[in-house]
């Protein structure tokens, strides 16, 4: 099992930066896949940024140039620069845990608030 906590969530106001951390705790074996999602009231829950081991960083489209994140072992971070009112969302962590041929299984934190007001 693997624990994930966010943190960093609060309100902001536009134009301004947050960075946000998760940390993995726990019986952690090998973590393939990091990432930021995040769902706004009312729409469905979207990737915001994706890490794989020894590939490049991938993000929305909605973010590039503006969120940057980055993974510390078993952190990983989501740096926020320039935020919008649309920005305004519960921020969720998740990781993917690769078990060989035991299979993989992912994990979600329990998700931070960011507020940007405009």
């Known amino acids: 099992q693997v624990q994930l906590v966010e943190s960093g969530g609060t309100l902001v106001q536009a134009g301004g930066s947050l960075r946000l951390s998760c940390e993995a705790s726990g019986n952690i074996v090998s973590i393939t896949i990091m990432g930021w999602y995040r769902q706004a009231p009312g729409k469905q829950r979207e990737l915001v940024a994706l890490?794989?081991?020894?590939?490049n960083t991938n993000y929305a489209d909605s973010v590039k140039g503006r969120f940057t994140c980055s993974r510390d072992k078993n952190t990983l971070y989501l740096s926020m620069n320039n935020l919008k009112p649309e920005d305004t969302a519960v921020y969720y962590c998740a990781v993917t845990e690769d078990y060989g041929i035991l299979g993989r299984r992912d994990y979600w934190g329990q998700g931070t608030q960011v507020t940007v007001s405009s």
């Open positions: 890490i794989r081991a020894g590939a």
